[in-house]
């Protein structure tokens, strides 16, 4: 049996009260554990005390991976105190099926994150647009052309989802930008804040490669994004 894991890395003296839990991507069949915690070693350096979560992988049971993230999000806010954050600032992020993780979190769960990071992240479960490997594993193959649709995000999304900002690369084949484009139109429609980055290359997997083109871009765009939720949140707290 799996279990699932964690780890904190805590943001020093410059942190901004904001708080994150990564997961990794790997198609639901595996985890790049490593690059989760390059990802969240990056975040706590800058400010942000951010986790990273070994989740269980689904194998047909599509409950499981979001009941870690639920958990994952409820350790993280009940653990405000000790880790310096504010328990209505935790967000959540990952890469490819761990940027599916995390849009589920911010789109389908009860207990929401107050943001959402998603690079690359697999959204849809239509045919020509999705990242087939991902929906095999979270509902099984035999159930793919009958249940997938119930969790393709940009076809659940409503005004409840969390604010997003979303990463991709227009040449990435293994999971097409389109997925990125969709879930943003989506995401408006339903009035939720949010912000894509669609980089000319990189491909998929980029991750915290310094050899990504736009490694310096990705790296400022989510610091800026961050700091004006930051504020924003800052400043609704301030009039109740």
């Not at 490694?215 to 765009?221: D, L, R, V, W, Y």
Request: charged fraction near 25%; charge should be neutral.
């Amino acid at each position: 049996t799996q279990k699932a894991e964690m780890w904190i890395y805590k943001a020093g003296d410059n942190a901004t009260g904001q708080a994150l839990v990564f997961f990794p991507g790997g198609g639901y069949s595996t985890l790049s554990v490593g690059n989760g915690h390059k990802e969240a070693k990056w975040f706590a350096e800058n400010g942000v005390t951010a986790a990273v979560v070994k989740y269980r992988l689904p194998n047909g049971h599509c409950e499981v991976p979001r009941n870690d993230a639920d958990e994952a999000l409820r350790v993280m806010r009940e653990m405000a105190a000790e880790l310096n954050i504010d328990p209505a600032k935790v967000g959540v992020s990952g890469t490819s099926a761990g940027g599916y993780l995390a849009g589920s979190a911010g789109v389908m769960s009860e207990s929401k994150p107050d943001f959402m990071v998603l690079i690359y992240p697999v959204v849809s479960s239509d045919p020509d647009k999705r990242h087939l490997g991902t929906f095999q594993q979270l509902v099984g193959k035999e159930n793919v052309e009958t249940e997938a649709a119930k969790f393709s995000l940009e076809k659940v999304v409503d005004s409840t989802a969390c604010p997003a900002l979303i990463f991709h690369s227009d040449d990435d084949k293994v999971v097409p930008a389109i997925n990125a484009a969709l879930l943003y139109e989506k995401l408006k429609a339903n009035g939720v804040k949010a912000s894509l980055h669609i980089f000319p290359s990189g491909g998929h997997g980029w991750g915290m490669s310094k050899k990504f083109k736009y490694h310096e871009n990705f790296k400022a765009a989510t610091l800026d994004w961050l700091k004006v939720i930051n504020a924003e949140a800052d400043k609704a707290a301030a009039k109740k």
